[in-house]
């Protein structure tokens, strides 16, 4: 009779609880090309992980993230492809190292010169992403959802072995640069080289380079200007550079409430990770002054000519774009917009030309 009245009781308390709200524990392999030195894969211990599941702690749900960073499953680039296979649940998804499969999300690496603003562009992009279906497409095309989180770089500098006065110091030198940012160096008279910040230390100390285009919140933890002490701001802009993504198979096979979760958890992220990188550019600058380097505004002037001698990168890759029935030209347009009736003043509109 006890045994009969002790499971009477734990069959009429599980049939007035719902499915729904039972505990769980769930589990995700999280991958990102990058070291966790790099603020990008940082914000995911120190914000996405616990925001996730702080949000999830009311319906007694956790998720037990696994972060392989560094390479260690997927490589700078390939983080896309390794979500959309299985190998991993979450990445960092980089649309700079990505550009076949990423296209439209490099919009902002085909307009330099718009706005150096890392606040701005990354809201701007995050919310893009989240208003206009045909941004999310390409995630959804390869497998995966964009979550948030946004990836956002600040303003890109020009880190040199010589000291740079005007383009004319640029002619015959090699400088290396990130994806769609070697198109930047077109007209000025330097040798444009493919790179990324993994190798960018070893290949300026052994000469590969005479320099690199990059950030300041990434120059000062990757030493940069031990091996190129002339920084040059020349206000090229912030850029969009990825973010996080979840194998769509996989997070639309969550409960709801997981699912709403791991966004609120993306945009901690994107919160932290904004107020975290506005603070590092103040002191990167002030740490790569302190060790030596000498840093310097462009001339408005030299600004000016760089950006009136490239060609309209934007217009080629939008019009490629179209030709691949990609929203090309609509996107550039978009972001353009977008850009200036938040405040922004390009050098070139490179939408109108």
């Given at each position: 009779?006890?045994?009969?009245?002790?499971?009477?009781?734990?069959?009429?308390?599980?049939?007035?609880?719902?499915?729904?709200?039972?505990?769980?524990?769930?589990s995700?392999?999280?991958?990102?090309?990058?070291?966790?030195?790099?603020?990008?894969?940082?914000?995911?211990?120190?914000?996405?992980?616990?925001?996730?599941?702080?949000?999830?702690?009311?319906?007694?749900?956790?998720?037990?993230?696994?972060?392989?960073?560094?390479?260690?499953?997927a490589?700078?680039?390939?983080?896309?492809?390794?979500?959309e296979?299985g190998?991993?649940?979450?990445?960092?998804?980089?649309?700079?190292f990505?550009?076949?499969?990423?296209?439209?999300?490099?919009?902002?690496?085909?307009?330099?010169?718009?706005?150096?603003?890392?606040?701005?562009?990354?809201?701007?992009?995050?919310?893009?992403?989240?208003?206009?279906p045909?941004?999310?497409?390409?995630?959804?095309?390869?497998?995966?959802?964009?979550?948030?989180?946004?990836?956002?770089?600040?303003?890109?500098?020009?880190?040199?072995?010589?000291?740079?006065?005007?383009?004319?110091?640029?002619?015959?030198?090699?400088?290396?640069a990130?994806?769609?940012?070697?198109?930047w160096?077109?007209?000025?008279?330097?040798?444009?080289?493919?790179?990324?910040?993994?190798?960018?230390?070893?290949e300026?100390?052994?000469?590969?380079?005479?320099?690199?285009?990059?950030?300041?919140?990434?120059?000062?933890?990757?030493?940069?200007?031990?091996?190129?002490?002339?920084?040059?701001?020349?206000?090229?802009?912030?850029?969009?550079?990825?973010?996080?993504?979840?194998?769509?198979?996989?997070?639309?096979?969550?409960?709801?409430?997981?699912?709403?979760?791991?966004?609120?958890?993306?945009?901690?992220?994107?919160?932290?990770?904004?107020?975290?990188?506005?603070?590092?550019?103040?002191?990167?600058?002030?740490?790569?002054?302190?060790?030596?380097?000498?840093?310097?505004?462009?001339?408005?002037?030299?600004?000016?000519?760089?950006?009136?001698?490239?060609n309209?990168?934007?217009?080629?890759?939008?019009?490629?774009?179209?030709?691949?029935?990609?929203?090309?030209?609509?996107?550039?347009?978009?972001?353009?917009?977008?850009?200036?009736?938040?405040?922004?003043t390009?050098?070139?509109?490179?939408?109108?030309?």
């Amino acid at each position: 009779m006890k045994i009969t009245t002790t499971l009477g009781i734990a069959a009429l308390i599980s049939a007035a609880v719902p499915a729904a709200t039972m505990a769980e524990n769930f589990s995700a392999t999280v991958v990102a090309g990058h070291p966790p030195v790099f603020r990008w894969v940082r914000m995911l211990d120190e914000a996405f992980y616990p925001a996730t599941n702080d949000a999830l702690s009311e319906h007694g749900h956790s998720v037990a993230f696994d972060g392989q960073y560094g390479g260690t499953i997927a490589a700078v680039g390939d983080e896309l492809e390794t979500v959309e296979s299985g190998l991993a649940e979450i990445g960092v998804c980089s649309s700079l190292f990505d550009p076949s499969k990423l296209a439209i999300q490099n919009v902002t690496y085909y307009t330099p010169f718009v706005s150096s603003d890392a606040r701005l562009v990354g809201e701007k992009m995050n919310q893009l992403h989240n208003d206009d279906p045909r941004m999310q497409q390409a995630y959804l095309d390869n497998g995966n959802t964009y979550l948030g989180g946004p990836v956002v770089v600040d303003d890109y500098l020009l880190m040199t072995n010589f000291p740079v006065q005007s383009l004319a110091d640029l002619e015959g030198r090699k400088i290396a640069a990130p994806g769609a940012a070697v198109n930047w160096l077109e007209g000025t008279g330097a040798v444009g080289v493919s790179g990324n910040l993994t190798t960018y230390y070893n290949e300026m100390q052994t000469g590969v380079y005479d320099g690199v285009i990059v950030f300041a919140s990434a120059a000062l933890p990757s030493k940069l200007y031990e091996v190129a002490p002339y920084v040059t701001r020349a206000g090229l802009g912030a850029q969009f550079a990825g973010g996080i993504c979840a194998n769509t198979d996989w997070f639309e096979g969550l409960p709801a409430e997981v699912q709403d979760a791991m966004r609120k958890g993306a945009d901690a992220a994107r919160a932290w990770y904004l107020d975290d990188l506005e603070a590092a550019i103040e002191k990167s600058f002030a740490v790569m002054a302190d060790a030596g380097a000498t840093i310097t505004d462009a001339p408005e002037e030299m600004r000016q000519a760089w950006a009136d001698g490239m060609n309209n990168v934007a217009a080629t890759w939008a019009a490629d774009l179209d030709g691949r029935g990609q929203p090309g030209t609509e996107i550039l347009n978009v972001y353009m917009n977008a850009m200036r009736d938040a405040g922004a003043t390009p050098l070139r509109d490179w939408d109108k030309e």
